[in-house]
């Protein structure tokens, strides 16, 4: 069975499959946000449905896209040495 909720922090760079799951599940979080919104907004479900699917596609592209572009930015990020203690990066950290 998968560790998804380890006891400490996981030093390192997310893999992409971690990208693409993080990206699906925070869609289907927004894609219900936008579903029920606009369902009260317009009252019809057909609509309603129809707003959220077409959104869906598009904004995993994008989220995909901007979780990727922020993993090549080294600012904030920690880096680990071989004896395992915690560095914060000094790149653009000014």
């Given at each position: 069975?998968f560790n998804?909720?380890?006891?400490?922090?996981?030093a390192g760079?997310?893999?992409?499959?971690?990208?693409?799951?993080?990206?699906?599940?925070?869609?289907?979080?927004?894609?219900?946000?936008?579903?029920?919104?606009?369902?009260?907004?317009?009252?019809?479900?057909?609509?309603?449905?129809?707003?959220?699917?077409?959104?869906?596609?598009?904004?995993?592209?994008?989220?995909?896209?901007?979780?990727?572009?922020?993993?090549?930015?080294?600012?904030?990020?920690?880096?680990?040495?071989?004896?395992?203690?915690?560095?914060?990066?000094?790149?653009?950290?000014?």
């Amino acid at each position: 069975m998968f560790n998804l909720l380890a006891k400490s922090a996981v030093a390192g760079k997310d893999a992409h499959a971690r990208s693409v799951a993080k990206a699906i599940t925070w869609r289907l979080t927004g894609s219900i946000d936008t579903f029920v919104l606009s369902l009260l907004i317009t009252g019809n479900v057909k609509v309603a449905g129809s707003i959220s699917l077409a959104e869906v596609i598009t904004k995993i592209l994008l989220f995909y896209s901007h979780e990727r572009a922020w993993a090549l930015i080294a600012w904030g990020k920690s880096k680990v040495s071989v004896s395992g203690a915690r560095q914060l990066s000094s790149v653009g950290a000014d």
